[in-house]
């Protein structure tokens, strides 16, 4: 199981000190949609030169134009991008397209879809790497967490999952029991005080050292 930081902040320069803070425990960097959106490509390019040794996964989300999207993100040196669920299937299919030609990944994330294990179960089939199950932030302002989905679809589907949505310290532990691939952490370290700690703590939850 890999921990992957998210990292929702809108600076350049916080993403670097919350990685260099974090370095230590995590394995992979999420470039979050809010931080993608808001400083762009060339923030892909120098955080693949500054953390070379790390996966970096860049979180697009990405609803139309797939292929074309996901290129520029392979190419300024991401190793995973997100597609939405939601998204046309010819969407899904151009993110692979693009992953597969790059040597690179294609998560396609399940937020706000309504039969997860049936898309799960389709998106294996077309070669994506990873699925995620995710509640988003608004979601889980609403109350929602990603662990009955997590549980539904790692008992039905053989694909690599990825697990996202407010997951903290009260509640890793059952993330854990299910060994999804990735567990994404975001606001429960990047939100706290001492992000070297948070993590260091999240780390030991899921690898035990
Ligand atoms: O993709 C996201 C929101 O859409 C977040 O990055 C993801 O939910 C992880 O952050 P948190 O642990 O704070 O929920």
């Known amino acids: 199981m890999k921990l992957q930081l ?6 350049t320069d916080e993403a670097f000190a919350l990685v260099q803070e974090t370095r230590k425990y995590i394995d992979i960097i999420e470039i979050g949609t809010p931080l993608i959106k808001h400083e762009g490509i060339k923030l892909v390019k120098s955080m693949r030169t500054l953390f070379p040794e790390k996966t970096l996964l860049v979180d697009l989300k990405t609803m139309d134009v797939g292929e074309y999207e996901a290129n520029y993100c392979f190419e300024a040196g991401a190793d995973i ?3 939405l669920g939601v998204a046309d299937i010819n969407t899904i299919k151009g ?23 049936a898309l799960a179960k389709k998106v294996n089939k077309l070669g994506a ?49 299910l ?17 070297k700690k948070a993590a260091k703590a999240i780390a030991k939850r899921i690898k035990g050292k």
């Not at 889980?140 to 039905?156: F, H, Y």
């Not at 060994?179 to 992000?195: L, M, N, S």
């Open 179 to 195: 060994k999804p691939e990735i567990i994404v952490v975001g606001g429960a370290i990047t939100g706290t005080k001492d992000p």
């Open 6 to 11: 998210a990292i929702d902040v809108l600076t």
């Open 95 to 117: 993110t692979i397209k693009s992953a597969k030609k790059h040597g690179k990944k294609a998560l396609v994330d399940m937020i706000n879809v309504p039969n997860k294990t």
């Open 81 to 83: 991008v997100t597609v």
């Open 129 to 177: 790497d990873f699925v995620g199950i995710h509640s988003g932030i608004d979601q889980q302002n609403a109350g929602q967490s990603p662990l009955s989905d997590l549980k539904e679809v790692s008992k039905n589907v053989k694909i690599p999952l990825a697990v996202a949505g407010g997951i903290n310290l009260d509640t890793i532990d059952d993330i854990v029991k």
